[in-house]
């Protein structure tokens, strides 16, 4: 098995690219594309807590190689008769700068609306349930399977997963419901320690940070004035005076 089908089965439990993005085979162009940008919001880098930072991009990683070998007809007739597929050409590849090539650029506001709309869909549940049953229970496995999961998120997982087992959905497991203190402490006590780490680090040095997403943000703030002046004319001219009232106030100062 090649690498990256195996980095497919690692973060997305399955090698198949239709089955990762959730498509068909003879899925369209437009339905190839939308896929992909719905799945990329949830495993967006810029979203992720620190800890899960390193699976997120690896995630981001694999679905911006399955979506650039499925929107190429040549390419995805190559994958779709033999499942063979070019390995070395995308070995650097940026990815986060392709996914800007596709789509707008995007604030944490645009990922945090999309949490919300993903938290209790059937989506989520269909994802609860696959990290279910591919885990075999395995709370650990499950939560860095699930979207915008956390430790906070088990009570509400197990009460999804207790009711698909009621339904007679999902097989019952018993280190899911009958979870060792001992495994589920340990989880916890990472959970709590990596996130003070990074509080402390935040306390540290709140300057640097502030200057980094300060960078980071710079462009969704230009296109979000963009699309402010292209609604309302007059409001790019508003913010230049603002901008300009500040020098004239430092002259009068002198």
Known sequence: MSD???SCLQYFGNSDFYEILKIKKDASQKEIQKAYYKLSLLVHP????ANDKLIATEKFKVLGKIHSILQDKEKRKVYDDCGEYDEEEHSTFNWMEYWRSLFK???IEDIENFEKEYIGSETELRDIKKAYILS????????????????????RIIEIVREMVE???VEE?????????????RRHQKYEREKKEV???SMADLDKIANEIQQRCSDRFMNMI??????HGNKRKSIKQGEEAKPKKKRSKK
């Open 199 to 201: 509080e402390k680090e």
């Open 46 to 49: 810029d979203r992720a807590e």
């Open 226 to 231: 963009s699309s402010i002046e292209a609604k």
């Open 173 to 185: 497991y018993k280190r899911f419901f009958s979870e060792s203190a001992r495994k589920k402490k």
């Open 136 to 155: 075999k229970g395995d709370m650990d496995v499950m939560l860095g399977f699930i979207p915008f999961s956390n430790c906070d998120s088990e009570p």
């Open 167 to 169: 339904k007679g959905e």
């Open 105 to 107: 650029k995007i604030s």
């Open 4 to 6: 990256f089908k195996e």
